[in-house]
């Protein structure tokens, strides 16, 4: 199918795109990269009157560090990270964008899109949870920062405002100790489960458990502990696995994707210790 008819705006700063969504209202929509906007139009499911293109919009796509932070612009791709040299601090976004999707996607879909759309197993979600990070965002009334943990509020819902966008996000931490891994059915594809962990906190978000990125809390400390690091990653995985509150779904029963945490997070704890 072919999405139905709009009114294409390209403006050329985030002040002119601010102003279309809030003079547009409902009937409008943001492009970045279109991954995933794209698809939905063409199978009709979002059927915009105006698609605001902000692709170029200058000041969005850069990466920078500031002190102990790192800044990502709302518009740099999932490839630019990827190959991006972030030091040890931030390697795990590095590693992490080997997740998403397929080269042609990561080039051309956005760190800003895919926070935006707010999908409980994106990578970007999971990581933006784990790292504290910090999403800034812009709309009429000037600029607000939102922590990440508050960011995401329910099925591909967020605190974002209809006439607000994405600016940038800020990780204000280094994580040397942290991976994410997950499992799909075929590559490429959404994950049916993903696990993002630091041991340095020790912190696990879950994908694919939750209609948000979901903490576990409650886990037992991952420094001074007297066992081996593999009985440690086991414990973690249990606390884990304790955690989650899943139902049986077509193809995939509850106690198949509790099996899938329980893997994934060990092998998550596993591939952040060989991180050092």
Not at 28 to 36: D, F, N, R, V, Y
Not at 87 to 103: D, K, N, Q, T
Not at 125 to 153: K, M, N, T
Not at 210 to 215: D, G, M, R
Request: aromatic residues 6%; proline residues 5%.
């Amino acid at each position: 199918m072919k999405p139905a008819a709009f009114t294409y705006h390209r403006p050329g700063s985030v002040a002119g795109a601010v102003g279309l969504l809030r003079d547009l209202g409902d009937d409008a929509k943001l492009i970045a990269g279109g991954q995933s906007l794209v698809a939905m139009m063409n199978f009709r499911l979002a059927r915009p009157e105006h698609l605001i293109d902000i692709r170029r919009v200058p000041g969005l796509d850069q990466i920078r560090r500031e002190g102990d932070c790192l800044r990502i612009g709302a518009l740099v791709t999932h490839h630019a990270v990827e190959i991006a040299s972030l030091g040890a601090e931030f390697a795990v976004l590095s590693r992490a964008m080997r997740w998403v999707g397929h080269l042609p996607i990561r080039t051309r879909g956005t760190i800003g899109g895919s926070l935006a759309h707010a999908d409980a197993t994106a990578e970007w979600c999971l990581l933006a949870v784990l790292l504290d990070a910090v999403i800034v965002v812009e709309g009429p009334a000037g600029r607000r920062s939102v922590a990440a943990a508050d960011f995401f509020q329910g099925v591909f819902t967020t605190a974002l405002e209809p006439d607000e966008l994405i600016v940038e996000v800020v990780f204000p931490r280094a994580a040397p100790r942290a991976a994410l891994t997950e499992f799909a059915e075929r590559r490429g594809d959404f994950a049916i489960v993903a696990a993002a962990v630091d041991l340095d906190l020790p912190r696990i978000v879950l994908g694919g458990v939750s209609t948000v990125p979901f903490v576990v809390t409650n886990l037992p400390a991952s420094r001074g502990s007297q066992h081996t690091e593999s009985v440690l990653w086991a414990h973690l995985a249990e606390a884990a696995v304790d955690a989650v509150r899943v139902r049986d779904e077509p193809g995939i029963s509850a106690h198949y994707r509790r099996g899938l945490v329980r893997t994934l997070v060990e092998r998550a704890c596993a591939e952040a210790e060989g991180a050092r």
